[in-house]
DNA sequence: GGACGGTGAAACTTCAGGTTGCCTC
DNA sequence: GAAGTTTCACCGTCC
């Protein structure tokens, strides 16, 4: 293997290993541990590169007019695009994400900083990766990566179609620092693999489904299935095995999600609506408790916004700040009759994740009153890109409780809770679903009309094609009036029309 | 004497990502 | 554990 001393103009080893990249007219990849420090590492490099482009422009308003109002984070991104620059993490709008990949594999974005997503399950190979950051953040404070993150990051280096070789760069802080990582990671041997199997979710998911699709029946059939996976291979111990199936058998049933007659275990319609949503039967059965509860007192749509939040999909939480602390307590309180959740006691181990859901649902809300991205950026710390994952989330869960509210013939819950669901996917106000229901009108352009006095789909008849066309383009204008069926009526008056 | 502003050190806060689900309200 | 952010004490300046 061929030396190479590398020229360090920069106090900062990665930005000089960035420089020399560029020189070198190849690309690279520049994994860090947080969102952050992607945005900033990306950031420190874009101000020291002068050369811009105007295919780089393109790019950099095209990621800038990702969403309807841009926020900080997409001028930011902005900005590091000018220069060919760019970071890319979870938080990212998907539009974002996706014209950073394509970019980089025209080549015309040469380095991108990214969180861990990109390592994984995306096609990305670079000519350099460079690992800044061999220790992150978790439950035990700052600890190494896994052998198998570092080798996943490490192997996106090399382009076989256009390199005969990779370099892939760890960086080391100290001389200690760097024999331990050689230690770790260059001689290490990489974790076993565990089977998720064993992941309790995963666990009570599975058995249900098994017995809903009537797969196994008898808690005979069910151990042999489970004893042929590869969980029971590396379990070794079947006695406990059975013991864990059992306990969840127990619980499933408890949950009325299956039921047990003659040694035969049939999945209720409940339990089989719930098998087919895939959703986790613990989280069904937190809602079926919620719904009853919601059966039987006043709620609002916020009673169902919170109910969602405090279930293990939703997770992360947007977190409560130590500063706020107070304030969301206060806000609890207010609340306190339309919740629909078990709601836990200051000194329970479950309240900070209580206060969490409560915000989460706070930030939902917000959202569904029609709240920008950038005030929820702001306001919530929740950035474009892990605002649509919680929507998508939330939208389905809605959608469990809807159909589960059907089932459990809780009627005027079921309306309710559609409006939530509605609400949500659009992020508006129950005034625009209307006009929302039309092809190409989201939001933004729904309360635009709105704002000029056209409610619903009677109005847009009734509006001048011209008034249309100033509001939402020539285009739009006209797929909107072929929606409420005028279609050769502004063909003609828009003629002239630009 | 007091309001204001600048400075730096100390205290505090925060920290990756994620596949499927369903079907029209 | 470390980077980034906020808070706060301290000092000098100006009115």
């Known amino acids: 293997m061929e030396k190479r001393k590398i020229q360090t103009p920069f106090d900062e080893p990665v930005l000089s290993l960035a420089f020399d990249t560029l020189k070198l007219n190849k ?3 520049i994994f860090v541990n947080t969102k952050r420090s992607a945005e900033k590492t990306a950031e420190e490099i874009a101000k020291n590169v002068t050369a811009e482009n105007p295919d780089l422009l393109t790019i950099a308003l095209d990621a800038k007019s990702a969403l309807s109002s841009p926020t900080h984070q997409c001028e930011r991104l902005s900005f590091c695009l000018r220069k060919g620059i760019a970071f890319h993490h979870s938080g990212l709008a998907a539009k974002q994400r996706e014209i950073i990949e394509e970019k980089f594999k025209e080549g015309v974005v040469k380095i991108i900083c990214c969180t861990p997503t990109l390592a994984y399950g995306l096609d990305l190979p670079a000519f350099r990766v460079i690992i800044k950051d061999l220790k992150r953040f978790g439950r035990q404070g700052l600890a190494w990566i896994p052998v198998l993150d570092y080798l996943q990051q490490a192997g996106r280096a090399g382009r076989p179609k256009y390199d005969s070789r990779g370099e892939a760069i760890a960086i080391a802080q100290t001389d200690s620092e760097k024999e331990k990582i ?3 990671y260059i001689h290490g041997e990489p974790e076993p693999i565990h089977s998720k199997l064993a992941v309790e979710p995963a666990l009570r998911m599975y058995l249900l489904s098994l017995i809903a699709t009537e797969m196994v029946s008898s808690k005979k059939e069910i151990f042999l299935f489970f004893e042929k996976t590869f969980w029971a291979h590396q379990y070794q111990d079947s006695s406990r095995l059975e013991t864990i199936i059992e306990r969840m058998l127990e619980l499933l049933e408890e949950w009325e999600f299956i039921r047990e007659n003659e040694e035969q275990y049939r999945a209720t319609p409940l339990g089989n609506r719930v098998s087919q949503l895939y959703i986790d039967p613990f989280t069904a059965f937190q809602m079926t408790e919620c719904l009853r509860r919601a059966a039987s007192k006043t709620v609002d749509t916020f009673s169902f916004l919170q109910m969602i939040s405090y279930t293990l999909e939703m997770r992360p939480l947007v977190k409560v700040k130590t500063k706020e602390f107070e304030e969301i307590q206060t806000q609890v309180a207010s609340f306190h009759e ?23 649902a706070l930030m939902l809300h917000e959202w569904m009153n029609e709240q920008t991205e950038e005030f929820l950026l702001e306001n919530f710390s929740v950035r474009p890109g892990e605002l649509q994952a919680k929507l998508d989330i939330a939208e389905w869960l809605l959608y469990t409780a809807q159909e589960m509210s059907t089932l459990m013939h809780f009627q005027s819950l079921h309306r309710h809770i559609a409006k939530a669901r509605f609400r949500i996917k659009y992020g508006a106000k129950e005034e625009l679903f209307a006009l929302l229901r039309l092809e190409n009108i989201g939001r933004v352009r729904a309360r635009k009309l709105f704002a000029q006095g056209i409610k619903d789909l009677g109005d ?7 008034v249309l066309a100033r509001l939402l383009g020539k285009g739009i204008a006209q797929s909107v009036k072929k929606q409420v069926g005028q279609p050769e009526l502004l063909t003609k008056t828009l003629e002239g029309f630009t």
Do not use: N, R
């Open 182 to 184: 050689i230690d770790l």
């Open 460 to 466: 847009v008849k009734k509006a001048d094609i011209e």
């Open 27 to 29: 690309q690279c990849l």
């Open 338 to 360: 339309v919740l629909i959740t078990e709601e836990p006691g200051p000194f329970d181990a479950e309240y900070d994740e209580f206060l969490d859901s409560f915000k989460t």
